[in-house]
């Protein structure tokens, strides 16, 4: 299961702050996957831990058909407001943990997960259940394309951080413990809302740091037969090392 969700005032932050990564990757991973689809492949895509729903409307914007999935609420709502100007009838929203989800057998040609929110699952089994949904939902030739913070990304966790802007104040504070592989952190601070007044958030959140070679194995094992790393800029073309990048994006062909 999910270890962290985003409710109340910390969806909204995350929404005022966090989205910008979600809407510069929709089209970049929108290219690669008409780029490399099957041709008899569908143009439906399902975004799991769709949070506010950006990179989902930019695919049912495209045309695709969409389904967004999400733990929280309030994302989801914030989700519709954001879908608002597109057709209705060609996206669903589900509120439901990624890795007990139920969805339609070979109904999607694409599943997607970014800005390492799979990272909040509890560990390799969960995503294990994650990886054996997402194989099920795709039809043959589909991609499953998301993104990881690597153990050197969660590495930097160990630090004390603090964001003070007229809107919002943020005070952080992380541990990375590698004999865990695991990273936790705490957010607390204030948002402020449509009447002028300040809202109180507290946000903790715990990410598990899958290796590389962890991923893929499990993938396989989950009858993937094509997967590799690569980074957003070209995910076409597989890397062997990220050295110390802190995020790793993973593509793997059911």
Known sequence: MLTSGYDGPAA???????????????????????ATRARDAPRSVIDLCCGNGHLLRHFVAGGYTGTGV??????????????????????????ADVSRVELPTGSAGLVVSTVDALNHLAGPAEFRDCAR???AALVPGGHFVFDLLT???????NQVGATVL????????????????????RATGFLRRKDGLYERFDLNATRYAFTP???????REE???????????????????FGQDERAFFVARH
């Open 12 to 34: 909204r932050l995350y929404d005022l702050v966090y989205s910008g990564r979600s809407r510069d990757w929709a089209p970049r991973i929108m290219a690669f996957h008409e």
């Open 213 to 219: 070679e962890e991923v893929e194995g499990i993938l």
């Open 166 to 185: 007229e809107d919002h104040v943020v005070v952080s504070r992380g541990v990375f413990l590698p004999e865990q592989s695991r990273s936790h952190s």
């Open 151 to 157: 153990p050197a990304g969660l590495a930097d966790a």
């Open 223 to 241: 009858g993937f037969s094509d997967v590799h790393r690569a980074r957003i800029e070209d995910l076409e073309t597989p890397l062997s090392d």
């Open 133 to 135: 949904t997402v194989a």
């Open 70 to 95: 999400d733990l929280s609420a309030d994302m989801l709502e914030m989700a519709r407001r954001n879908l608002r100007d597109v057709d209705r009838d060609r996206y669903e929203l589900i509120e």
